[in-house]
């Protein structure tokens, strides 16, 4: 087997159909059609980026946390604290999908009429894509930058410097709208690699690169195992000094100042399935500050003259963020999108779980 190669093998399914079925599985599980339907565009729109560490191999995850309760069907946004320009809302564990949505829809409204909104969205249940709700601020012309932490599972990432975790992936994100095109979107986990990626991987049982994660005695390691069997191991903060720092300040801004908890003792949960996200939000309208004419000519300015660069060798064109995904997506829109036979499995278990019967699943699911 070549290296890299799964052992479990991958189907494809067409877009469309994996949609129908990501939303068949959550309206059987109690969820309304509009809820489903946010939770199977987010999902599968990760798929078609490239993201399958956020994509549909979620669900079975969030499936556990409705059952539990760790995750609520059918909850929306409140705000808690309204200061004007400055809110925060409460998610109260409902899906993320569904209260970020809706927090970004009131950040927009505020930012529209004040300049600029600083939301902190509390107590969510996973928000995945972060690069999710730039889009959606870049939809209304809006620059968007956001910060979030995570809490109540176990503690992911060590600490640059450190051999043990001490906090979770926390992502980063800003989005930058441009007049009649797509956005530039800078969205990545503060971690060498998203934990959804190495679950990918272990699913594959296909090793990691180097320089990713460490065992449990610190030392480097390339298998995804150490995440999931004892003793664990941590996932390593990207750029080293660099990236540690930026991970904890995503934890202070979204989980200290917001007043949604931080990554801690306090808030770990031993052996939880909770995914309790935080986010720090600011919105800004471009017409606040040097007026809208005059951003949108700067961005196409500076955005051409980037591209513009001579490519290394073995590059084909400097990209701009964001451009590899729509790549990918067009890709997989075309070819159907991958998914490895361990989570494919999962999937269908999970369908028979929320009692889709053996005569919907196939019809829904056929790749």
């Keep these: 087997m070549a290296e890299g190669e ?10 469309d159909r994996l949609h129908a079925f ?42 556990q946390n409705t059952a539990t309760g760790a995750c609520v069907r059918n909850h929306h946004a ?31 409204e505020r930012a529209s009429k004040h300049g600029v909104c600083v ?46 975790p001490r906090f979770t ?23 060498q690699v998203a934990m959804g990626k190495v679950r990918v991987a272990n699913n594959k049982k296909v090793q990691m690169e180097d320089g990713l994660l460490i065992d449990a005695k610190g030392h480097p390691t390339t298998d995804p195992g150490v995440m999931y069997n004892a003793p664990y191991g941590a996932i390593l903060p990207f750029g080293l000094h660099k990236g540690g720092g930026l991970a904890v300040i995503c934890d202070l801004l979204a989980g200290a100042l917001t007043g949604g908890r931080t990554h801690s003792p306090r808030t770990i949960k031993k052996d939880s399935t909770d995914i309790i996200n935080n986010m720090l939000s600011i919105i800004i309208d471009p017409r606040s500050m040097g007026g809208t004419e005059v951003f949108e000519d700067e961005v196409e300015t500076f955005i051409t003259w980037v591209k513009s660069a001579r490519p290394q060798p073995g590059v084909d064109e400097v990209l701009a963020p964001g451009e590899p995904e729509r790549m990918r997506r067009a890709d997989r829109e075309k070819n159907g999108v991958p998914i490895d036979g361990t989570t494919w499995q999962q999937l269908l278990d999970v369908a028979r779980k929320v009692r889709l019967n053996d005569t919907e699943i196939p019809q829904m699911a056929a790749a």
Aim: charged letters at 20%.
């Design 22 to 63: 990501t939303m068949a599985i959550c309206r059987a599980d109690g969820s309304t059609d509009e809820e489903a339907r946010l939770v199977a565009d987010h999902l599968v729109l990760a798929n078609l980026f490239g993201h399958d560490s956020h994509g549909v191999g979620m669900i079975p995850h969030y499936i």
């Design 169 to 191: 992936t926390n992502p980063y994100c800003t989005a930058v709208p441009r007049k009649g095109k797509e956005p530039i979107v800078l969205d990545f986990a503060t971690s």
């Design 6 to 15: 799964s052992s479990v093998g991958e189907v494809r399914i067409k877009p």
């Design 119 to 164: 939301v902190g969205l509390t107590n969510s249940h996973h928000i995945g894509r972060i690069g999710h709700w730039g889009e959606q601020c870049a939809r209304a012309g809006m620059v968007s930058t956001h910060w979030v932490n995570v809490h109540g599972h176990k503690s992911l990432v060590a600490p640059f410097g450190g051999a043990e």
């Design 78 to 108: 409140k705000i808690s604290r309204d200061n004007g320009a400055v809110i925060v809302i409460d998610g109260g564990a409902g899906y993320g999908q569904v209260v970020a949505k809706e927090a970004m829809d009131i950040g927009i």
